[in-house]
């Protein structure tokens, strides 16, 4: 299979302090890739730098090759690629809106007014995300109401608005309850048939239920990337060994 | 020991607590008294809604109404908010989101410092600018309704931008990402999120700021001419605080004219409690329905 996202030779630094230094990787279509290892290694600036994010950032420096479905990432239009590219946030951050209001805002941006169709997309993103059963008679409710997990997937449907290709999300669980844990990672199960998911996390036992791909990164570097069940089965690197065995992290 | 100290440290923060809100009281009550003996001789219809102002029998009969006071006192506050809170939102959305934090902390001191200057100054750049600028423009005198309401929305801005950047600078941090993850242009962003988020917090500062405009006396009284006048945008007009500031030093204490000026204090206190409580309730509303 093709990737849809290829980076090769990928360096960042904050004001001059290098984050990520030489990143080669490649993003599978549809599945599941973890991005895991120690904090502060870099994995949040690596999601970053795949929807442009980081490039954009003051005093941030961004080196290397960067490719959505063969296309360098810089010569795409700032918002075609962030349509095409989602991103959802370790944090719930529903806009103070209602909840159908959160759903219809980047649709109406990119020029959806018909009525009918916003309906049918708020709809199907809620479907998408499980909600639609727990918040459809109350649409017009603000969105901040909603329990911490039902943002979070709030958020996730709210990225999907936007029809994208790939979907990051930065430790999207860290900050929700085990019964939302459970819910949003079947959730990313069920997404994966139709969207390309890239996940931070610090959470090897999540990395372990959903990854198809792992990628392990130390001191911004990329030190392994294997497919799940035999990363964690047999990791090829020292450091990855001493990563899974709890010495550091 | 420790307890003794405690004990002395709360009976201190009771009693200055209790200080204050005594000095408040007697405020109220020392002007509810000194404005009532009023009311024995004008009809309180005739004081709110008489349009002749006469306090000295010089010409016949004395004659005590404050309805033009009234009028413009709520005419240049209406008018000094509008305009500031024009600039004023244009100013903090800028402040909270164009510019980077290093030119913010240029910006603020500057916005900061209206605040701290006398009101005569402003009174008298009023004069000395405004004024005349009218007067050249064509309007009789110069001095007027409008100029004053210029004056007074400058020094009410620092007020104003004060909060609603604060709070738009807080909302801006808060879902910037989000709606930077989603590719939505920053001005898109700052019209349909952080300026509505932060409806509530405007209506704060409007409070702040309404009670400034309307007890505002000496810049407003040195450019709008204080004439007993139905108040038009470019004609003359007097407010209530600048009668009192007029002519309370000449008022024969314990006449009718010096009760009337008590009463007319009254009557600016109870419509500034009036609007602070209906902005209040109309922020309580927002906040019940905050979506």
């Known amino acids: 299979m093709d990737p ?47 929807d442009g994010l980081l490039l954009e950032e003051p005093d941030t420096s961004v080196s290397g090759d960067i490719r959505l479905d063969g296309t360098d990432i810089r010569s795409l239009r700032r918002e075609d690629l962030r349509r095409r590219v989602g991103l ?18 980047a649709p109406q ?48 449907a709210r990225a999907l608005t936007a029809r994208p290709e790939v979907l990051l999300l930065d430790e999207p669980c860290s900050a929700l309850d085990v019964k939302s844990i459970q819910v949003i990672e079947s959730l990313l199960l069920r997404l994966r048939e139709q969207y390309t998911i890239v ?32 990363f964690f089965a047999a990791p090829q690197q020292e450091e990855a060994r001493a990563f899974l065995s709890g010495e550091f992290g | 020991m420790r307890k003794w100290i405690d004990r002395i440290w709360s009976a201190a923060v009771v009693l200055l607590t209790a200080l204050a809100v005594l000095a408040l009281a007697f405020v109220i009550y020392f002007i509810v008294r000194e404005a009532l ?12 809604f008489g349009s002749r102002w006469m306090p000295i029998d010089y010409t016949g009969s004395t004659s005590f109404g404050i309805f033009h006071f009234i009028l413009g006192t709520l005419y240049v506050s209406a008018l000094a908010m509008l305009l500031a ?138 450019v709008m001419g204080n004439a007993n006048l139905f108040p038009t945008l470019l004609g003359k007009g007097e407010t209530i605080a600048s009668v009192i500031a007029l002519e309370m030093g000449t008022a024969v204490a314990g006449s009718t004219h010096y009760h009337a000026l008590y009463a007319a204090g009254l009557v600016l206190m109870l419509m500034l409690f009036l609007i602070n409580s209906a902005i209040g309730l109309l922020r309580r509303r927002f906040l019940r329905e905050e979506v």
């Open chain 1, 88 to 105: 959802v946030f370790q944090t719930p951050t529903p806009f103070p809106f209602s909840i159908y209001r959160n759903l219809t805002y």
């Open chain 1, 199 to 230: 996940i931070v996390t610090h959470n090897l036992a999540q990395a372990r239920r959903i990854a198809d791909q792992v990628v392990f990164l130390n001191d911004g570097r990329l030190v392994e990337t294997g497919d799940g069940p035999s």
């Open chain 2, 85 to 222: 809170l024009a600039v004023s939102l244009g100013a903090s959305l800028f402040l909270s989101c164009a510019v980077g934090a290093r030119t913010r902390q240029i910006l603020y001191p500057f916005i900061d410092l209206l605040a701290g200057i006398p009101s005569v100054v402003y009174g008298f750049v009023g004069l000395m600018v405004l004024v005349k600028l009218f007067l050249k423009a064509g309007v009789h005198t110069g001095s007027c309704v409008l100029a004053a309401a210029i004056v007074l929305a400058v020094m009410l801005l620092p007020y104003l931008v004060s909060s609603c950047s604060e709070t738009m600078l807080k909302v801006k941090c808060r879902y910037e990402g989000a709606a930077d993850a989603l590719g939505i242009d920053r001005w898109h962003f700052a019209a349909t999120v952080v300026l509505p988020a932060s409806f509530r917090s405007i209506l704060l500062s409007m409070i702040l700021a309404i009670g400034r405009a309307m007890g505002e006396t000496m810049a407003v009284m040195m």
């Open chain 1, 4 to 50: 849809i996202l290829t980076l090769r030779g990928v360096s960042a630094a904050y004001d001059g302090t290098p984050a990520l230094t030489g990143i080669d990787l490649d993003i599978p279509e549809r599945q599941i890739t973890a991005i895991i290892g120690p904090s502060g290694c870099g994995k949040s600036t690596l999601l970053r730098c795949m």
């Open chain 2, 37 to 48: 003996p009023t009311f024995r001789e004008v009809p309180l219809r005739d004081f709110l």
């Open chain 1, 109 to 156: 941006y990119y020029g959806i007014r018909d009525k009918k169709a916003l309906d049918a997309l708020v709809r199907e993103t809620l479907e998408t995300v499980g909600l639609y059963d727990e918040v459809k008679d109350d649409l017009q409710k603000s969105a901040r109401k909603l329990s911490g997990g039902q943002q979070q997937r709030l958020c996730i």
